[in-house]
């Protein structure tokens, strides 16, 4: 079956510009996670939603950064006025439980990532 | 504050020799800890979970709590094995933290 998929691939984007990042998740999966890496670092959360409720926010570097996930299934991350230091792999995850389940055997799976360049 | 620590970059071994990958942790709460992995050019995935005590390819991790510590280890390494392994603490239900990962090379 298809896995989480992420789009675009690549993006480079020059600094003040606004892009907009894509994420389709397991078709049914409650759960979706937002992680930021940077080079050489392990991905660092961003953020969650459950189905549409975007319950924690707390790993949203700054106000430009803005999520949303309005019918529950494809989420878009929204990067405005672009920084240098905002270069990093944005890496999207699902998973099926949500918090009523229960995480004990829950698997998160992870998209490829979207690569994004600030020049 | 929460934090995990893997203090390799890159761990070179022969194949068929033994592999311990590093990770210790700082969390004030019951900690749920998991092993991730990303083979070249593929996504990252988990390899395995405290909670399930299980061993997957060979590997297996053990929760110490008294050196707040969840090494991966291996008896036998494979080349197939080569890739960037990732330690995550999970704290708040939903929230991972990740470490910033061993580099493992198996040489033939």
């Known amino acids: 079956g298809a896995g989480v998929s992420q789009s675009p691939r690549y993006k480079v984007a020059k600094r003040g510009q606004d892009v907009a990042l894509r994420c389709d998740p397991i078709?049914?999966?409650?759960?979706l996670f937002w992680y930021q890496q940077a080079l050489g670092q392990g991905p660092e959360f961003l953020t969650y939603?459950?189905?549409?409720?975007?319950?924690?926010k707390s790993g949203l570097p700054s106000d430009r950064f803005f999520a949303e996930r309005p019918e529950g299934s494809v989420s878009t991350l929204k990067i405005q006025r672009t920084q240098q230091e905002d270069s990093a792999v944005y890496l999207c995850?699902?998973?099926?439980?949500?918090?009523?389940?229960?995480?004990?055997?829950?698997?998160?799976?992870f998209g490829p990532g979207t690569r994004l360049l600030v020049l | 504050a929460q934090r995990v620590t893997q203090p390799e970059k890159l761990l070179s071994v022969f194949k068929g020799a033994p592999v311990e990958l590093k990770c210790n942790y700082s969390y004030s709460g019951s900690p749920e800890l998991f092993w991730y992995v990303q083979y070249s050019r593929q996504r990252l995935q988990l390899l395995l979970r405290?909670?399930s005590r299980e061993s997957i390819k060979g590997f297996t991790a053990d929760l110490n709590k008294g050196e707040t510590s969840f090494h991966l280890k291996k008896p036998f390494a494979q080349e197939e094995d080569s890739a960037m392994y990732y330690c995550?603490?999970?704290?708040?239900?939903?929230?991972?933290?990740f470490g910033s990962g061993t580099k493992l090379n198996v040489k033939p």
């Open positions: 995550a603490l999970r704290y708040n239900f939903n929230k991972f933290y």
């Open positions: 078709s049914g999966h409650v759960s």
């Open positions: 405290h909670i």
């Open positions: 939603f459950q189905n549409e409720a975007q319950l924690d």
């Open positions: 995850a699902s998973s099926f439980p949500g918090l009523a389940e229960g995480f004990t055997k829950e698997t998160q799976y």
